[in-house]
Protein backbone atom coordinates (compact mmCIF):
# COMPACT_ATOMS: atom_id res chain seq x y z
CA UNK A 1 0.00 0.00 0.00
CA UNK A 2 1.48 3.77 -0.78
CA UNK A 3 4.48 2.10 -2.94
CA UNK A 4 6.17 3.45 -5.75
CA UNK A 5 7.86 0.86 -7.46
CA UNK A 6 9.85 1.00 -10.46
CA UNK A 7 9.39 -1.30 -13.42
CA UNK A 8 12.26 -3.11 -13.08
CA UNK A 9 10.54 -4.50 -9.75
CA UNK A 10 7.95 -6.23 -11.62
CA UNK A 11 6.18 -8.61 -11.88
CA UNK A 12 6.12 -9.27 -8.21
CA UNK A 13 5.00 -13.29 -7.43
CA UNK A 14 4.20 -13.57 -3.99
CA UNK A 15 2.56 -16.19 -1.69
CA UNK A 16 0.50 -15.87 1.72
CA UNK A 17 -0.55 -18.14 4.52
CA UNK A 18 -3.18 -16.67 6.02
CA UNK A 19 -6.36 -17.14 8.55
CA UNK A 20 -9.63 -16.24 6.91
CA UNK A 21 -13.30 -15.53 8.62
CA UNK A 22 -16.22 -15.46 6.92
CA UNK A 23 -19.20 -14.02 8.04
CA UNK A 24 -22.10 -15.82 6.37
CA UNK A 25 -21.04 -19.29 7.76
CA UNK A 26 -24.33 -21.23 9.60
CA UNK A 27 -26.45 -18.36 7.81
CA UNK A 28 -30.04 -19.99 6.26
CA UNK A 29 -29.98 -22.03 3.29
CA UNK A 30 -25.84 -21.90 3.85
CA UNK A 31 -24.14 -25.24 4.44
CA UNK A 32 -23.91 -25.73 8.05
CA UNK A 33 -22.46 -29.06 8.65
CA UNK A 34 -18.64 -30.32 7.90
CA UNK A 35 -15.65 -28.72 6.47
CA UNK A 36 -17.37 -27.61 3.09
CA UNK A 37 -18.69 -23.90 4.41
CA UNK A 38 -16.66 -23.45 7.80
CA UNK A 39 -16.46 -20.02 9.58
CA UNK A 40 -12.56 -19.99 10.13
CA UNK A 41 -10.25 -21.53 7.79
CA UNK A 42 -6.62 -21.25 6.65
CA UNK A 43 -5.05 -20.24 2.85
CA UNK A 44 -2.51 -20.13 0.96
CA UNK A 45 -3.04 -17.62 -1.50
CA UNK A 46 -1.06 -16.39 -4.68
CA UNK A 47 -0.42 -12.89 -6.06
CA UNK A 48 1.09 -10.92 -8.86
CA UNK A 49 1.76 -7.55 -9.01
CA UNK A 50 2.57 -6.35 -12.72
CA UNK A 51 2.56 -4.11 -15.61
CA UNK A 52 -0.77 -3.57 -17.47
CA UNK A 53 -0.15 -5.82 -20.43
CA UNK A 54 1.17 -8.32 -18.69
CA UNK A 55 -1.88 -9.44 -16.30
CA UNK A 56 -3.98 -11.91 -18.79
CA UNK A 57 -0.87 -13.18 -19.69
CA UNK A 58 -0.21 -13.90 -15.58
CA UNK A 59 -3.67 -14.64 -15.03
CA UNK A 60 -2.96 -17.56 -17.22
CA UNK A 61 -0.12 -18.96 -15.21
CA UNK A 62 -1.66 -18.86 -12.02
CA UNK A 63 -4.26 -21.13 -13.72
CA UNK A 64 -2.00 -22.98 -15.01
CA UNK A 65 -0.55 -23.46 -11.27
CA UNK A 66 -3.99 -24.39 -9.88
CA UNK A 67 -4.20 -26.64 -12.81
CA UNK A 68 -1.19 -29.05 -12.40
CA UNK A 69 -1.98 -28.83 -8.52
CA UNK A 70 -5.05 -30.33 -8.66
CA UNK A 71 -4.37 -32.40 -11.09
CA UNK A 72 -0.83 -33.52 -9.33
CA UNK A 73 -3.30 -35.10 -6.27
CA UNK A 74 -5.79 -36.47 -8.70
CA UNK A 75 -8.49 -34.64 -8.20
CA UNK A 76 -11.71 -34.88 -10.46
CA UNK A 77 -12.21 -30.79 -11.12
CA UNK A 78 -13.81 -28.53 -14.02
CA UNK A 79 -12.33 -24.55 -14.47
CA UNK A 80 -16.11 -22.28 -14.57
CA UNK A 81 -14.60 -18.92 -16.43
CA UNK A 82 -17.50 -16.26 -14.42
CA UNK A 83 -19.66 -14.69 -16.07
CA UNK A 84 -20.05 -11.16 -15.59
CA UNK A 85 -22.83 -11.32 -12.97
CA UNK A 86 -21.12 -13.33 -10.18
CA UNK A 87 -17.68 -11.35 -10.38
CA UNK A 88 -17.42 -9.26 -7.23
CA UNK A 89 -16.63 -5.60 -7.59
CA UNK A 90 -13.01 -6.26 -7.79
CA UNK A 91 -12.54 -8.72 -10.33
CA UNK A 92 -12.05 -7.75 -14.31
CA UNK A 93 -11.91 -11.88 -14.89
CA UNK A 94 -12.07 -14.65 -13.04
CA UNK A 95 -11.78 -18.08 -13.31
CA UNK A 96 -13.27 -21.00 -10.77
CA UNK A 97 -11.87 -24.55 -10.09
CA UNK A 98 -14.41 -27.00 -8.95
CA UNK A 99 -13.71 -30.46 -7.67
CA UNK A 100 -15.94 -33.11 -7.53
CA UNK A 101 -17.38 -34.16 -3.95
CA UNK A 102 -19.19 -37.46 -3.39
CA UNK A 103 -20.39 -36.33 0.26
CA UNK A 104 -22.15 -33.13 -1.55
CA UNK A 105 -23.20 -34.91 -4.52
CA UNK A 106 -22.12 -32.38 -6.73
CA UNK A 107 -19.10 -30.45 -7.72
CA UNK A 108 -18.01 -27.71 -5.07
CA UNK A 109 -15.76 -24.83 -5.23
CA UNK A 110 -11.81 -25.37 -4.16
CA UNK A 111 -10.49 -22.27 -5.47
CA UNK A 112 -10.21 -19.21 -7.60
CA UNK A 113 -7.76 -17.07 -9.95
CA UNK A 114 -8.78 -13.22 -10.21
CA UNK A 115 -7.31 -10.64 -12.37
CA UNK A 116 -8.43 -6.97 -10.94
CA UNK A 117 -6.44 -4.93 -13.00
CA UNK A 118 -5.99 -1.63 -11.39
CA UNK A 119 -9.15 -1.95 -9.34
CA UNK A 120 -7.51 -2.59 -5.82
CA UNK A 121 -3.99 -0.50 -6.80
CA UNK A 122 -6.07 2.39 -7.07
CA UNK A 123 -7.74 1.69 -3.82
CA UNK A 124 -3.95 0.95 -2.18
CA UNK A 125 -1.99 3.17 -4.25
CA UNK A 126 0.32 0.85 -5.77
CA UNK A 127 1.95 2.27 -8.57
CA UNK A 128 5.48 2.06 -10.53
CA UNK A 129 7.65 4.23 -12.20
CA UNK A 130 8.46 3.38 -15.95
CA UNK A 131 11.86 3.10 -17.36
CA UNK A 132 11.44 4.74 -20.57
CA UNK A 133 11.44 8.49 -20.58
CA UNK A 134 8.87 10.18 -22.69
CA UNK A 135 9.50 13.10 -25.22
CA UNK A 136 7.82 15.98 -23.87
CA UNK A 137 5.79 19.09 -25.82
CA UNK A 138 8.57 21.34 -25.48
CA UNK A 139 11.02 18.85 -27.48
CA UNK A 140 12.90 17.73 -24.08
CA UNK A 141 13.13 14.13 -22.73
CA UNK A 142 11.08 13.74 -19.43
CA UNK A 143 9.91 11.22 -16.85
CA UNK A 144 7.14 9.30 -17.86
CA UNK A 145 4.09 10.01 -15.11
CA UNK A 146 3.54 6.85 -12.36
CA UNK A 147 1.16 4.11 -13.61
CA UNK A 148 -1.04 2.19 -11.72
CA UNK A 149 0.19 -1.53 -11.17
CA UNK A 150 -2.30 -4.89 -11.86
CA UNK A 151 -2.92 -7.16 -8.91
CA UNK A 152 -4.08 -10.74 -9.49
CA UNK A 153 -4.23 -13.30 -7.38
CA UNK A 154 -5.43 -16.84 -7.08
CA UNK A 155 -5.99 -19.75 -3.61
CA UNK A 156 -3.08 -22.60 -4.15
CA UNK A 157 -5.29 -24.41 -1.39
CA UNK A 158 -8.42 -23.89 0.91
CA UNK A 159 -7.14 -26.20 3.49
CA UNK A 160 -10.40 -27.30 4.64
CA UNK A 161 -12.30 -28.30 1.22
CA UNK A 162 -8.90 -29.74 0.23
CA UNK A 163 -9.25 -31.79 2.95
CA UNK A 164 -13.33 -32.96 1.95
CA UNK A 165 -11.77 -33.19 -1.62
CA UNK A 166 -8.88 -35.79 -0.63
CA UNK A 167 -10.71 -38.02 1.87
CA UNK A 168 -14.15 -37.94 -0.17
CA UNK A 169 -12.49 -39.41 -3.07
CA UNK A 170 -9.58 -41.39 -1.74
CA UNK A 171 -12.06 -43.23 1.09
CA UNK A 172 -11.91 -47.22 0.29
CA UNK A 173 -14.35 -49.33 0.52
CA UNK A 174 -12.81 -50.36 4.04
CA UNK A 175 -12.93 -46.34 5.50
CA UNK A 176 -9.21 -46.03 4.32
CA UNK A 177 -8.18 -43.32 3.39
CA UNK A 178 -5.51 -43.78 -0.31
CA UNK A 179 -2.79 -40.57 -0.21
CA UNK A 180 -2.32 -39.16 -2.91
CA UNK A 181 1.16 -40.09 -4.32
CA UNK A 182 2.58 -36.48 -4.70
CA UNK A 183 1.41 -36.29 -0.68
CA UNK A 184 3.03 -39.74 0.41
CA UNK A 185 6.61 -38.21 0.77
CA UNK A 186 5.12 -35.95 3.30
CA UNK A 187 3.46 -39.04 4.67
CA UNK A 188 6.72 -40.65 5.66
CA UNK A 189 5.87 -42.49 2.51
CA UNK A 190 2.59 -43.87 4.16
CA UNK A 191 0.16 -44.86 1.53
CA UNK A 192 -2.69 -45.26 3.51
CA UNK A 193 -4.81 -44.02 6.40
CA UNK A 194 -6.28 -46.25 8.47
CA UNK A 195 -8.15 -47.23 12.01
CA UNK A 196 -5.27 -48.21 14.45
CA UNK A 197 -6.04 -52.29 14.72
CA UNK A 198 -7.15 -52.60 18.57
Known sequence: MD??????????????????????AGAAGSATRGLYRVHQF???????????EDSERFHEELISIEEELFSSLGLHFKILDMPTEDLGAPA???????AWMPGLDRYGEISSASNCTDYQS???SIRYRPTDDIILPTG???????????????????????IV??????????GSILIPKVLQPYMSGRELIC???N
Not at 9 to 23: E, G, I, M, N, Y
Not at 92 to 98: P, S, T, V
Open 122 to 124: RRL
Open 165 to 174: SILENFQQSD
Open 195 to 197: RKS
Open 140 to 162: KKGKAPLQFAHTLNATAVAVPRM
Open 42 to 52: SKLEMFVICKP
Open 92 to 98: YRKYDFE
Open 3 to 24: QILSEKQLPLKLVAFSHCFRTE
